[in-house]
């Protein structure tokens, strides 16, 4: 479900100016292109900056503390189902979204966006956030139609930057060894789009221009299995959302996931799930007609 854009603007303040006293019913995003701004909400002080953004709640009185000059992009919004939550524990949320394996539990969580209070954008991400803002504000302004594709550009927003904080975290904790976290990342892009197609060790060394082994085991600390594991692991999720979902032969289902070989898909899928695509068809077939009697 998509947010809904209230109201949306960018100001200027060229001459130093501290924000006004207010209690709002929504949820409101600062996002600061240059200047300084001053802000507290319930007693939280914060200061922001350029490429600095803020998610104001409802029902918090807020205020400026100080005048400045400032250039910002704010967004009114609300959504049914939005919470404020406290992390304890943030790398390990950050290894769950970004690098964990992909599970059930991971598909139904997929369309959560975990998203940050208050966050800093990156030099890159702060150029992309301003274009996208100035897009957002042009569909904005136009007839009142527009205001679902706002949303959409906002969601999408929503996600990029949640998925740079937890890439960030990660980052951070792994301290000036961060190139091979970046290139695990890219690994498991590469492995989601390419997992239909046949890969090798050696197509994965090419492709990534480094020593296979020292890759796998890069990955495997980091993902806690091993590449050829995730790829099948990802191949065998694919396979089971196909039987699921149609009535496809098993070999046709094993060539569309990358896995040709009809005996080694049985036996690959039954590794991973505990039961052959025969007997997985006939649990979901069950469970299908138990739920609609």
């Known amino acids: 479900m998509m947010p809904r854009i209230k109201l949306m603007g960018f100001v200027s303040y060229?001459?130093?100016?501290?924000?006004?006293?207010?209690?709002?019913?929504?949820?409101?995003?600062?996002?600061?292109?240059?200047?300084?701004?001053?802000?507290?909400?319930?007693?939280?002080?914060?200061?922001?900056?350029?490429?600095?953004i803020l998610i104001l709640e409802?029902?918090?009185?807020?205020?400026?503390?100080?005048?400045?000059?400032?250039?910002?992009?704010?967004?009114?919004?609300?959504?049914?189902?939005?919470?404020?939550?406290?992390?304890?524990?943030?790398?390990?949320?950050?290894?769950?979204?970004?690098?964990?394996?992909?599970?059930?539990?991971?598909?139904?969580?997929?369309?959560?966006?975990?998203?940050?209070?208050?966050?800093?954008?990156?030099?890159?991400?702060?150029?992309?956030?301003?274009?996208?803002?100035?897009?957002?504000?042009?569909?904005?302004?136009?007839?009142?139609?527009?205001?679902?594709?706002?949303?959409?550009?906002?969601?999408?927003?929503?996600?990029?930057?949640?998925?740079e904080h937890f890439i960030t975290a990660l980052q951070e904790h792994e301290g000036s060894n961060t190139k091979p976290l970046i290139r695990v990342h890219a690994l498991l892009d590469y492995i989601h789009e390419h997992y239909t197609d046949k890969i090798t060790g050696s197509g994965i060394a090419q492709e990534f221009d480094c020593n296979y082994d020292y890759l796998n085991r890069v990955f495997t600390k980091l993902t806690g299995q091993s590449i050829m594991r995730y790829v099948n692991r990802v191949r065998i999720n694919h396979a089971k959302e196909l039987i699921e979902a149609t009535h496809l032969p098993f070999g046709e289902i094993g060539y569309l996931t990358g896995l040709d070989d009809p005996y080694y898909f049985s036996k690959v899928f039954k590794k991973y799930t505990g039961a052959t695509p025969s007997q997985y068809y006939k649990e979901v077939r069950e469970r299908g007609e138990n739920t609609h009697r």
């Open 58 to 163: 409802p029902n918090m009185e807020h205020a400026g503390t100080e005048k400045h000059v400032c250039d910002y992009y704010y967004i009114h919004f609300e959504h049914p189902d939005i919470n404020t939550v406290q992390v304890d524990d943030l790398l390990t949320m950050a290894r769950s979204l970004i690098l964990a394996e992909e599970t059930q539990q991971s598909r139904s969580d997929s369309s959560i966006c975990h998203f940050p209070k208050h966050y800093v954008l990156s030099k890159k991400v702060l150029s992309l956030s301003v274009h996208a803002m100035n897009e957002m504000l042009q569909l904005y302004r136009r007839k009142y139609f527009n205001r679902g594709l706002t949303a959409l550009k906002f969601t999408e927003w929503l996600i990029e930057v949640s998925r």
């Open 14 to 52: 060229k001459q130093p100016w501290v924000h006004f006293k207010r209690t709002t019913n929504e949820y409101i995003l600062y996002f600061v292109k240059s200047g300084a701004l001053h802000l507290t909400e319930k007693g939280t002080q914060y200061i922001l900056h350029k490429g600095d």
